[in-house]
């Protein structure tokens, strides 16, 4: 459904291989929680561009290819926490 591919000039990117229909699950990826403090010294370092909103005190790492899914200003797909199979993954539709 989906590929990495190589953009020139702005590194590794998510394509579509197929139609995905609206709600459609794309991919659901484990988290990394930070704690708290985790979540503060992370934030003082260019990893927290490629951090997600956790809680209101807590970041999160989204692992797999969740990290490389929508870093443009007019994303077209979205991602929320849920549960999946009993654990906790960012999932993308």
């Known amino acids: 459904m989906i590929n990495v591919k190589m953009y020139e000039g702005m590194g590794r990117g998510i394509e579509s291989s197929q139609i995905i229909f609206p709600n459609e699950i794309i991919c659901a990826c484990e988290l990394l929680v930070l704690s708290p403090d985790d979540t503060k010294k992370v934030n003082e370092t260019d990893l927290q561009y490629y951090t997600f909103k956790y809680n209101d005190s807590q970041d999160c790492l989204v692992l797999g290819l969740g990290e490389i899914f929508n870093h443009s200003d007019k994303p077209n797909i979205e991602y929320k926490l849920d549960v999946v199979d009993g ?7």
Do not use: L, N
């Not at 654990?87 to 539709?93: G, N, S, T, Y």
């Open 87 to 93: 654990r906790e993954m960012m999932v993308f539709k």
